[in-house]
């Protein structure tokens, strides 16, 4: 059943994200994704030409052009339909899966869901995938809420965001998690689409992603910490509501507001549990979390992913109108770093080897 003030009060908050994200200083101090401290060997006799590298990939069983996603940012507004025909635009043009943002606010109101649907009219052929929180789905969705999430977007899966440092700091979360691994359990036997879990910026490590691919994902976003700290963005949220009157104590609150596993920290542990555990060798691995180039994006592929993701600097490039020459320009990046290191393909670059700093 929808809930008209309930929907106002999200599109209220999605808006005040995307705003916070553009305009505030909401990335992470003190902890990086720990691509820096790695490096590709280098390859002097790459015997390949560089006009042949091939970027193409496959993900979840469907080649794509490249192994980048535009991840889950926005919906739910007015506003964001402009922002999602851009989005979806560049995912068609590049053949790369595109991310919506959370859909809550299609289950509690029918207020702007023109903004999500947009999304296929304007991506007819990638891979588009729609969003639910962890508490949402820990409450039970129903089998007609799962339908018409993704009619709208005519979906090839869904994802579930697990952010429980996000909604510790948002001034309306919601802090129940019981049953979120039961339900995505059930969501996994009982949808007709891949089911893809995805942190929001603290990442997953070994322990968790064990658990997941018990429950039966097909693949997992690892959104480790190094990009935006959701708890600074509602941090930004909460001190604009209450003033100065913080929760938690001054020196507890630099250490929260900087949460979670480092990007490449939770690559390697993943990886090294899927060489340990043969059972999970199908499930695939998104890299996500501060990955801001194609160079980030190749060494994600060398430490296990199948593709990497990128949600804020994507969002910075569409608001300053070079969303399509920053892709590009990843995807050059790429390209040098596989002819640098003779890998004529994605799959062959998976192979080569990154030296430790």
């Known amino acids: 059943m929808t809930n008209p003030s309930a ?10 994200h995307v705003e916070l994200c553009l305009h505030a200083n909401v990335a992470f101090s003190g902890k990086t994704t720990g691509f820096e401290r790695f490096y590709f060997e280098h390859n002097a006799l790459p015997e390949i030409a560089f006009a042949e590298i091939d970027c193409s990939t496959t993900f979840l069983g469907r080649r794509i052009g490249a192994p980048l996603m535009v991840s889950s940012m926005t919906g739910g507004y007015s506003e964001a339909s402009t922002l999602n025909r851009q989005l979806a635009e560049a995912a068609e043009h590049f053949q790369i899966p595109l991310g919506v943002g959370s859909m809550r606010q299609t289950l509690e109101s029918p207020l702007h869901r023109e903004s999500f649907a947009v999304t296929r009219t304007y991506a007819p052929t990638t891979l588009l995938f729609a969003n639910i929180g962890a508490p949402e789905v820990a409450q039970g969705l129903s089998q007609s809420d799962v339908a018409m999430m993704l009619d709208l977007l005519r979906a090839d899966g869904l994802i579930v965001h697990l952010n429980a440092a996000q909604e510790l700091f948002q001034p309306e979360g919601n802090t129940n998690f019981r049953r979120v691994l039961e339900e995505i359990h059930n969501l996994c036997a009982t949808t007709n689409v891949p089911i893809i879990v995805k942190e929001v910026g603290n990442g997953i490590g070994a322990a968790v992603a064990e658990q997941l691919m018990a429950a039966g994902v097909q693949a997992l976003d690892v959104a ?18 209450f003033g100065h009157e913080h929760r938690f104590s001054s020196n507890a609150l630099d250490e929260l507001l900087n949460w979670g596993i480092p990007t ?11 060489r340990l555990q043969p059972q999970f060798q199908k499930i695939e691995i998104i890299a996500s979390g501060g990955v801001s180039s194609g160079m980030d994006v190749a060494k994600s592929l060398a430490m296990g992913a199948q593709l990497a993701a990128s949600a804020r600097y994507l969002l910075h490039a569409l608001h300053a109108g070079t969303l ?26 998976r192979t080569k080897s990154l030296l430790n700093h």
Request: charged letters at 20%.
């Open 224 to 241: 480790g910490a190094g990009g935006i700290s959701w708890q600074k963005v509602e941090e930004y949220r909460f001190l604009q509501q």
């Open 264 to 274: 490449t920290d939770c690559l390697l542990a993943i990886a090294e549990l899927k």
């Open 7 to 16: 929907g106002t009060l999200t599109i209220e908050r999605k808006q005040s």
């Open 324 to 349: 399509t020459a920053t892709i590009e320009q990843w995807l050059n990046d790429l390209k040098a770093t596989m002819f640098l290191t003779g890998a004529a393909t994605v799959d062959a670059l």
